[in-house]
């Protein structure tokens, strides 16, 4: 995540990590069972939440490399059906609220980079398929997306 400032110059987020700061934000997703729900964590938080937890939730990696899958719709966590996108929604939302808080801005928008060809995707179509499930869950977080491929 990076934000372009009135000068042409880019500023990269950080994001806590184990004491520090990175500027990587691994896209997983750590989930804990609570006595009112379930707590999520994304990227660096998610990571150092789930090496310190007595009683390990569940983690869920690579979730982007499945948007070209029309077989898996959504999983089940701690009895509770969430779909793929919602999933990516959750770490789409903890990238916005830690870089928003650090720019000190609103953040309206986004220009997303994503392959050229999705993990998995064997047509167009899949590729279109990917692409619209990277929208929706932009779309969940309010954000409007604008995508742009990448080799």
């Known amino acids: 995540m990076a934000r372009v400032l009135a000068n042409g110059e880019m500023e990269l987020a ?4 184990s004491g520090g700061v990175t500027d990587s934000f691994r896209s997983l997703l750590y989930l804990e069972k609570l006595q009112n729900g379930v707590k999520s964590w994304a990227g660096p938080e998610a990571i150092g939440q789930y090496l310190t937890a007595e009683t390990k939730g569940r983690l869920i ?5 499945f948007l070209a899958s029309r077989s898996l719709q959504s999983t089940e966590v701690f009895g509770r059906r969430y779909t793929l996108e919602a999933l990516i929604a959750r770490i789409l939302r903890n990238i916005r609220q830690q870089a928003k808080a650090q720019f000190a801005t609103r ?3 986004a220009v997303v980079g994503r392959p050229v060809y999705f993990v998995g995707a064997e047509s167009d179509a899949d590729n279109a398929y990917a692409l619209s499930r990277l929208e929706s869950a932009l779309r969940q977080i309010t954000m409007n997306p604008r995508s742009t491929a990448t080799s």
């Open 14 to 17: 950080q994001f806590p990590y």
């Open 61 to 65: 990696q690579s979730m982007k490399s």
């Open 107 to 109: 953040i309206q928008s």
